[in-house]
Structures are given as structure tokens and as C-alpha cells.
């Protein structure tokens, strides 16, 4: 597991490069954060867990406009973008903060709540990887910075949820929007004034063509590939929440949560050691769905146990699209491409996570779904392999 730590040093010894990417991850720790604060402040203000999820399914469609954001960051830049975007879903949280404050009940508040908190969500994991390709311009390491990127997220999305459990059990939700709402503006702060950001800025970017990449050959199936994806982690994950909501416990959920990370930062290192230690990746997605079917009847912990070792799949999955994305696209377009990857999986994220709530009322176990989508996705999994 030497080869993306070594790869990773070589950059992250010089101190722009390490203060934007740390401070990047500052700001993209909010995003692992925000599911559970944002779940648990609807369904503390409303009584209803159908209701929580179906604003939170609001909330993942909001992500529809990452492409246009994409066009927008690459036409005039980042410094000016982000923090444009940043600031209006700083006060998108704050107005989610007032109205748990004003006890609003309603479900339809909520559900106009989420659209502002979907729609104005900066990109700043793909405003990261833009810059990544900028850092690493004339090197071989491209590939290696994208494995530590994603290993690096996925240690946020463990935590995230751990951070979101902590509030849990000591004050409301609510808490957790306005955490969310001081990482995001430090995160943007770095990278905007990153000298990658900068030198966009100066040197202006190609404004690609009006279809952009997503008629390219290879990509339809590729985003096909991470929906399906999308759907089932958010059917797992917004399962666990309820599984957590049911036993009494919801802080539970964060810890479970955490357990999934942790096996997919596993498999992320794994992945990028340069060894074939690991499955191609529609294997990992095989056993994933496996796993997930038997988890549907398994006791609460027993099922955490098996989630988390389901969760080796998700990191590999993720550096492999990122990856495949690259290979598919024009270097103009890459950034948005890398936004279509991220779009596709969180649209089906949100709308797993309706069908969550779904599930949940007809007594039923969302793992089971999430098993079949799940399989769906490796059936689709077409990318080449490893691409060593």
C-alpha cells in the first residue's frame, strides 16, 4: 500500500498543494456531515421518518445542477464561482436552522427547505480534482492522486457520520447545519485562492462544446453503472438510519455508518497499492449485493458487521469511475465529467432514498432492494479494469 502515499508525498510536500488539499477536505467533511444532521432535524421537527426522507430525497436532486455549476466553475473559474455558491448555501443551512428553531412541522416546509440545499451545494470534490489535474500537469501521477483523493473522501464519509452521531446525543440536528455551514466556507476558501484556482483565472478555460461529454462513447453506460450504485448505497445508508430510528437508538446509525467507511477507506488502500489484492470491481459490487441480501435478515449488529465488509466495494468503485471518466472525455470536458459521475450517483441517491421511506412504511427491509440494485450496477460495469 506504499505506491499512493509515496505518490501522494511528492505533492504534498509543497505547502500549497498540502494546505489546499487539507483544507479541501475541511470543507468536503460537511458533505459527510449534512445526511444524518439534515435526516434527524426533519424528523425531529416533524415526527416522521417518511417525511425526513422524502426531504432528504429532495435534497439529493438538488445535485442535478452540478453540471451547469461544472460549466460555470470551468467558464469563469473557480475564484469566483465557489464562493458565489458557497455563500448562498450558507444561508440556505442558516434558514433550515431557523425554521427547526421555529418548531415547523409541516413536511412541506421541509421539502422547500431541501431544494435551495441541494441546488447551491458547491462541487468542491470536483472543483478538487480539477486541480489535481492542474498540480500534476506533465507527471505520471494523476492516477495515484486520484486514489489518495478518494481514500482521503471516504475517511470523511467515516467521519462525518461519527461527528453527526456525536451532536445526535447531545443536543438537536440542528447542530450539525451549522457545522456544515463553517466547513464549507473554510474549504472554499482554500480552494479559491489555490494557485490552480489562480491560474485558471489568468489563463481563461476552453468553454467545450454545448453537449458536453455525456454523448461521449463509453459514458451512458458509465453513469448508468454509478446510478445504479448511487441508489443502492442510498438504500443502504438511509436504511441503517432507519434501522437505528426503529431500535430507539438513531445515534447508532452513525456508528454503522462509520463501519461502511472504514471498509471502503480499506478497500480504497487496497485498490491503490499497485498489487492485485482485490476483485475487479463488478466482483466487489457482486459480493456487495450478496452481502446486503443477507444483512435484510440479519440482527442490527449482525448486519452493521456484514454492511461494513459490503463497504470494500464502494471506494474501488468510485476511483475506477473517476478514472474511466477521464479516459472518456476530452481534456476540456473532464471536469464536467467528473461532475456527470457525482450527478448520476447522487440523483439515484436521492431517489433510493425515497423508495427508502417507502420501504420502510410497508414494514419491509431496504437492504434487499439495495441488493438488487446493487447487482444491477456490477452487471453494468464495463470500464476497463485496474487499468495498470
Known amino acids: 500500500m506504499s505506491g499512493t502515499p509515496r505518490a501522494g508525498g511528492r505533492l504534498l510536500a509543497r505547502p500549497a498543494v498540502l494546505r ?17 444532521s439534515f435526516l434527524f432535524t426533519v424528523r ?13 430525497a429532495v435534497l439529493g436532486l438538488g445535485t442535478l445542477a452540478m453540471p451547469l455549476q461544472a460549466r460555470a466553475l470551468d467558464r469563469w473559474g473557480q475564484r469566483r ?30 421539502l422547500v427547505a431541501a431544494v435551495p ?27 495515484r492522486v486520484y486514489s489518495l483523493d ?15 452521531a456525536g451532536l445526535l446525543a447531545v443536543g438537536p440536528a440542528r447542530w ?10 473554510a474549504g472554499t476558501a482554500a480552494l479559491a485562492v489555490s494557485p490552480a484556482a489562480v491560474a485558471r483565472a489568468e489563463t481563461g478555460a476552453s468553454r467545450g462544446s454545448l453537449a458536453g461529454p455525456v454523448r ?24 441503517v438510519a432507519a434501522a437505528a430510528d426503529g431500535a430507539g437508538h438513531p445515534s447508532w446509525a452513525g456508528a454503522v455508518e462509520a463501519g461502511i467507511a472504514t471498509g471502503s477507506v480499506v478497500g480504497g488502500l487496497l485498490w491503490a497499492s499497485g498489487r492485485r489484492v482485490l476483485p475487479a470491481v463488478r466482483v466487489l459490487l457482486l459480493g456487495c449485493a450478496t452481502l446486503l441480501a443477507v ?18 466495494a464502494w471506494a474501488p468503485t468510485f476511483i475506477e469511475a473517476f478514472q474511466a471518466a477521464d479516459r472518456l472525455a476530452p481534456e476540456e470536458q473532464r471536469t464536467e465529467a467528473s461532475t456527470l459521475v457525482n450527478t448520476a450517483t447522487n440523483l439515484a441517491s436521492a431517489l433510493g432514498t425515497a423508495l427508502t421511506g417507502a420501504v420502510v412504511a410497508a414494514g419491509a427491509s431496504p437492504y434487499l432492494p439495495a441488493a438488487v440494485v446493487v447487482a444491477g450496477a456490477a452487471l453494468l460495469a464495463g470500464w476497463r479494469a485496474r487499468g495498470r
Open 295 to 312: 444483512a435484510a435478515a440479519a440482527p442490527f449488529w449482525v448486519a452493521a458487521a456484514l454492511l461494513a465488509v459490503g463497504g470494500l
Open 216 to 239: 461521449r462513447p463509453g459514458m451512458p453506460r458509465l453513469l448508468a453503472t454509478m446510478a445504479c450504485f448511487g441508489a443502492g448505497s442510498a438504500l443502504t445508508l438511509t436504511g
Open 117 to 143: 440545499l441541494g441546488l447551491l451545494a458547491p462541487a468542491l470534490g470536483p472543483s478538487m480534482r480539477a486541480q489535481w489535474r492542474w498540480f500534476t500537469e506533465g507527471t505520471d501521477l494523476r492516477a
Open 81 to 110: 464561482v465557489l464562493p458565489l455558491l458557497t455563500g448562498s448555501w450558507v444561508l440556505a443551512l442558516l434558514a433550515a436552522v431557523a425554521l427547526s428553531l421555529a418548531a415547523v412541522a409541516a413536511p412541506a416546509a421541509w
Open 150 to 164: 478518494t481514500v482521503a473522501e471516504e475517511v470523511l464519509y467515516l467521519v462525518g457520520p461519527v461527528l453527526a
Open 20 to 36: 489546499t488539499f487539507a483544507l479541501g477536505l475541511v470543507g468536503r467533511l460537511g458533505y459527510g456531515v449534512l445526511p444524518l
Open 44 to 56: 425531529q421537527a416533524t415526527g416522521s421518518f417518511p417525511a425526513a426522507s422524502g426531504a432528504v
Open 176 to 185: 450539525g447545519l451549522v457545522l456544515v455551514a463553517g466547513l464549507a466556507t
